[in-house]
Nanobody, 127 residues
Framework: QVQLVESGGGLVQAGDSLRLSCAASGRTFSDYAMGWFRQAPGKEREFVAGIIWKSGIGTYADSVKGRVIISRDNAKNTVYLQMNSLKPEDTAVYYC????????????????????WGQGTQVTVSS
């Protein structure tokens, strides 16, 4: 059974950095793609970043490009989201998700390919 556990969220000020972690278990994830989504109150869940586990190739939403880096650690089965220059509009619950067998980055930007989701971690950025 796949489990995704996010951590690293918190309350920060605008301009600060945070690194979110997603610890994955229950599978060998070399044939998976992983994604980070976020959902602010009253808004739809939106794509932030995704990564093809095997290649390490990342893809990013335009709203975070240049401020965010997604990466994975094979030994720890963990995916990271390094977020820099945080803005108040980055405030949301951040979710980690896993998609089995997806190898094209362009497929990662919507929730539909993802089979598993974590419970989320709150990120609040004050101005």
């Amino acid at each position: 059974q796949v489990q995704l556990v996010e951590s690293g969220g918190g309350l920060v000020q605008a301009g600060d950095s945070l690194r979110l972690s997603c610890a994955a278990s229950g599978r060998t994830f070399s044939d998976y793609a992983m994604g980070w989504f976020r959902q602010a109150p009253g808004k739809e869940r939106e794509f932030v970043a995704g990564i093809i586990w095997k290649s390490g190739i990342g893809t990013y939403a335009d709203s975070v490009k240049g401020r965010v880096i997604i990466s994975r650690d094979n030994a720890k089965n963990t995916v990271y989201l390094q977020m820099n220059s945080l803005k108040p509009e980055d405030t949301a619950v951040y979710y980690c998700a896993a998609a089995a067998g997806v190898r094209l980055s362009r497929l990662l930007t919507t929730p539909s390919p993802y089979d598993y989701w974590g419970q989320g971690t709150q990120v609040t950025v004050s101005s």
